[in-house]
Nanobody, 126 residues
């Protein structure tokens, strides 16, 4: 079983940056792919970014490509989402998620993930 705890959300001006962190418990973190999803009020949950077990494969939603970077530090059992050039449209609750092993790919579908964090609010002001 994996427990995930997000942090780093907050209020930021448009054009600014935030870095989200997701700390994971469990002994086999390095065998899991990790993803970030977001959900704005009244909208569907959407894929943001994913990274496979060793960071060799990443994937991004078109809306964040070139602005967001997903990375992981397996020694720290942590995955990050660096968010630059933030836009008001990025306002949402951001969730990290983990697959089970082997985590070779970087999935973009919610149903491919087994564990979810509690979410962290990101608000981008005008």
């Amino acid at each position: 079983q994996v427990q995930l705890v997000e942090s780093g959300g907050g209020l930021v001006q448009a054009g600014g940056s935030l870095r989200l962190s997701c700390a994971a418990s469990g002994r086999t973190f390095s065998n899991y792919a990790m993803g970030w999803f977001r959900q704005a009020p009244g909208k569907e949950r959407e894929f943001v970014a994913a990274i496979n077990w060793n960071g060799g494969i990443t994937d991004y939603a078109a809306s964040v490509k070139g602005r967001f970077t997903i990375s992981r530090d397996n020694a720290k059992n942590t995955v990050y989402l660096q968010m630059n050039t933030l836009k008001p449209e990025d306002t949402a609750v951001y969730y990290c998620a983990s697959t089970g092993p082997p985590g070779r790919r970087a999935p973009s579908k919610s149903y491919e993930y087994d564990y979810w964090g509690q979410g962290t609010q990101v608000t981008v002001s005008l």
